[in-house]
């Protein structure tokens, strides 16, 4: 690395000043090069393997020998890095770019912070200077890292028995290629898992702890169960070594043993009896006291998954209900005490854990029944499916509870009745539906975004209901290898680069046009800015970063960027 007092030191030696610029921009241009040249060396690339099927997109294949990797660039100041993954098979391909500047009498230097009026956008677009281009696709934004909004807490997946069953089945290197993919510093650095207390329908069979002896409130028989022991475990523990930052870990229950439940079944219409809220939340700190005993810390935990399906019985799978006022009383008197009173007390308690449509339903008829409970509730969680409802009621949901986090805590594409196809090999259109959902939910206060299943089988299973399902990683354990699906990619361009500590901070239209946005400011001072290109056409987007500087960039067609600025 060079400094001032090195190239001043240097410059002594130097028989003219021309000299010295000659023999300084030899070496600069000389370390730009090694430099690039080395990054390059570092990732190795997307081995693609194209479908042949309409419509979809390349995937990525790994095996035991091989795995596509990606290292973060940190930009020098006054630079940016872009990294580019798109329907026509760019896989986080990297450019490179320098921040530009106007004159401070230049009428664009006050454009910036101006906020246009529709007559101002109409008049003029920001890319004159190159062709095809109109008002039409042209977006401006203006960054203001001193408007700032939540922390982020980071990204990940779960480990249910079916992603471990499918990891499970690769060889010892093809594993460790899988794990280092999503949790490693070459990899997509998820900093989070979602695992289930017990087993969920991604299970080979339903089941939960303490089965029996039958009416056991006390819990005589908890333990944990061999899926635990050696599926989802040793996966977690594997996750875990291999990241280099705290990998957070939430957990929630799908269903309690069917004995403390009003129908006693897995599945249909069913509560906890009254008798056993105690016991259910017993249950919970069992939970957590045993995976403590495996070296492995719950950072969080639910109220249950999706407390509608016990409701309204609409699901085959394992669940449990709760209307508002059970759900506020059970945490007021059972669960936010146990918790608390635990030696785990820093474990955090996120309430509902369903759908966006729902959570205004839960939260305000949990304050109504029992205004106690957000005294232990530290956060709201969210499932991303049915979002149809509008982002805009997280923001409301924010306002009405400051003090809260919101986690969206599961996700996957194939789910909804209406999809033609559970697995949709080489999708485009569901990373497409990632990313807007992650945009979306973050512009909105939410701090962490937890995809589903971490990998399932070409079929989206194992799943003892029926339920398959897609999944960023399918796993051909015939073959020794794992395909990336284009979703991989999608979690990677806000997992991979928006670290945990960023703040979100704002970005102003100031155009007629514009595209799916997110900026964050990291810990290390740089911004973070996604850009989503949902669009048939090329996009031309300026950012302003202050009143005198920007940058320009073109995003293709179905095309999403993540470029970070050092602009300090």
């Given amino acids: 690395m060079f400094n001032l007092e090195i190239i001043q030191l240097s410059s002594t030696y130097l028989q003219s000043s021309q000299m010295a610029v000659l ?21 190795l690339p997307c081995r693609a393997r194209n479908l042949g099927i309409e419509g979809r997109s390349i995937v990525c294949v790994c095996d035991a020998n091989y795995c596509d990797t990606i290292t973060r660039e940190d930009p020098s100041r006054g630079t940016y890095v872009v ?7 760019k896989r986080f391909e990297k450019s490179f770019g320098q921040i530009q500047t106007v004159a401070l009498n230049d009428p664009e230097s006050t454009k910036a912070d101006k906020e246009p009026t529709p007559k101002e956008m109409l008049e003029k677009s920001d890319f004159d200077g190159q062709e095809n281009t109109t008002i039409w696709n042209s977006v401006r934004l ?46 997509l650095e998820y900093n989070m898992i979602r695992v289930p207390i017990a087993g969920a ?66 599945t249909g219409f069913g509560q906890v009896k009254r008798e056993f809220y105690q016991s259910y939340a017993d249950y919970h700190l069992r939970f957590i006291e045993e995976y403590a005993k495996a070296n492995v810390k719950i950072w969080a935990i639910t109220t249950t998954n999706e407390p509608i399906n016990g409701i309204v ?57 029992e205004p106690k409970a957000f005294d232990y509730i530290d956060g709201i969680a969210i499932h991303y499916y049915g979002n149809f409802a509008p982002a805009q009621l997280l923001t409301n949901i924010q306002n009405r509870y400051p003090d809260k986090i919101l986690l969206s805590t599961e996700a996957c594409e194939g789910a909804m009745p209406w999809d033609a196809m559970r697995v949709e090999i080489g999708s485009w259109r569901r990373a497409r539906n990632y990313i807007t959902s992650i945009l979306q939910d973050l512009n909105n206060f939410v701090v962490g975004w937890i ?56 970005a102003s239209r100031r155009s007629i046009m514009t595209i799916e946005n997110l900026a964050v400011l990291t810990p290390q001072g740089n911004m973070v800015v996604v850009l989503h290109n949902r669009n048939n056409r090329d996009m031309n987007v300026r950012l302003d970063i202050g009143t005198t500087r ?19």
Wanted: with cysteine.
């Fill in 201 to 266: 329908d991604f299970s080979t069979h339903p089941y939960t702890y303490n089965e029996l002896p039958w009416n056991d409130g006390a819990l005589t028989n908890y333990s944990l169960s061999d899926e635990d022991l050696f599926l989802k475990l040793p996966m977690i523990r594997r996750s875990l070594h291999a990241a280099n930052h705290e990998v957070k870990i939430t957990a929630s229950c799908w269903s309690p043993p069917i004995w403390m439940k009003t129908n006693e079944r897995i």
């Fill in 23 to 43: 023999r300084l921009g030899f070496v600069l241009t000389a370390v730009l090069f090694t430099t690039s040249l080395t990054n390059s060396e570092q990732d």
């Fill in 451 to 506: 995809d589903w299943n971490l990998c399932l089988s070409p079929t989206g299973g194992p799943n003892w209901a029926d339920n398959f399902v897609d999944s960023p990683i399918l796993v051909y354990a015939e073959d020794d290898e794992f395909i990336k699906n284009p979703m991989f990619y999608a979690m990677g361009h806000f997992s991979k680069f928006i670290p945990r500590g960023s703040v979100r901070i704002l």
């Fill in 142 to 187: 203006r960054l203001f890292t001193n408007t700032r909004y939540q922390t982020i807490e980071g990204f990940g997946g779960s480990v249910t028995d079916a992603a471990a069953i499918n990891w499970r089945k690769l060889s010892d290197a093809a594993q460790t290629q899988f794990i280092n993919t999503y949790f490693g510093p070459k990899g």
């Fill in 83 to 89: 990294y580019t993954s798109s329907d026509s098979g």
């Fill in 313 to 369: 019985p609409a699901a085959p799978f394992n669940s449990l209900g709760w209307m508002p006022s059970q759900m506020a009383t059970w945490i007021a008197n059972n669960l936010g005490p146990t918790i608390r009173n635990s030696p785990f007390n820093d474990t955090l308690i996120l309430a509902v854990d369903d759908q966006r449509y729902l959570l205004h339903f839960y939260v305000i008829g949990m304050e109504r029944a």
């Fill in 550 to 568: 920007y940058i320009q960039l073109v995003l293709e067609p179905h095309s999403v960027k993540t470029i970070e600025i050092n602009h300090n």
